[in-house]
């Protein structure tokens, strides 16, 4: 099984490496104009590259796979910018169907490719690859859904990000540990730090829902594992 080692691969290439200038530069891209597929392009090279580094073991007999999944990514990353634009809906919903669609397409891979996979990834592996997913799952990935949908959540997440990293990563290993119970108390530094700022939490716009689907969010993924 490789899906673990794709989605991990996913998460870095869309959530770590990825700067906000690609993500910004991604979302000019024009069909009709080339010269706007420099930000596309180079996603989807970086891509590929992770793809390949998370299984070394396995380039040789995978790496033309590989490359069609990063085309594919590349492909469903420029169908979301068109939606977006010649649509008038809501940020989120595209996003939400390519990520979707990302996920898809790894599961659609992992079929194609398993008879190539030997020997199998140990469990250890696989297991540091969902570990690794996990993490980055609870803390970029959950900030840049935020901001990514509703800007003006930006400001909110530069001003917490530490602190809501360091609640989402104590709330997963502890779910993850079966003490899920012991996890929301996870946020009661932050809720503190925030009043001892004169900014409370409950009246910093979404600010109680952030706080609530972080830690929905982190027990669900914890207690899954």
């Known amino acids: 099984m490789i899906a673990p080692h794709l989605i991990f691969a996913h998460l870095l290439a869309d959530y770590i490496l990825q700067t906000?200038?690609?993500a910004e530069r991604k979302g000019q891209f024009v069909v009709r104009e080339i010269h706007s597929w420099d930000g596309l392009l180079l996603h989807g090279f970086m891509v590929w590259l992770v793809a390949l580094a998370v299984l070394p073991a396995y380039i040789?007999?995978?790496w033309p796979y590989l490359t069609l999944l990063a085309i594919v990514h590349t492909i469903q990353d420029g169908a979301k910018v068109i939606i977006s634009n010649r649509f008038n809906i809501h940020p989120f919903y595209p996003y939400v169907l390519d990520q979707i669609g990302h996920l898809i397409t790894i599961f659609i891979f992992q079929?194609?490719?398993a008879d190539l996979l030997?020997?199998?990834p140990s469990m250890t592996e696989i297991s540091?690859?969902?570990l690794g997913s996990s993490?980055?799952?609870v803390t970029r990935f959950y900030e840049v859904t935020w901001w990514a949908n509703w800007m003006d959540m930006f400001s909110y997440f530069?001003?917490?990000w530490l602190w809501s990293y360091a609640e989402r990563i104590v709330m997963f290993l502890l779910s993850a540990a079966n003490l899920w119970l012991l996890a929301p108390l996870a946020v009661l530094p932050r809720i503190f730090a925030a009043q001892r700022r004169g900014e409370p939490i409950w009246q910093q716009k979404r600010g109680m829902l952030e706080l609530l689907l972080g830690i929905a969010f982190s027990v669900i993924l914890g207690f899954a594992l």
């Open 111 to 113: 079929a194609l490719v």
């Open 20 to 22: 906000n200038w690609l």
């Open 135 to 137: 993490l980055v799952a």
């Open 128 to 130: 540091l690859m969902i």
């Open 60 to 62: 040789n007999d995978l």
């Open 158 to 160: 530069r001003q917490w």
């Open 118 to 120: 030997v020997p199998a």
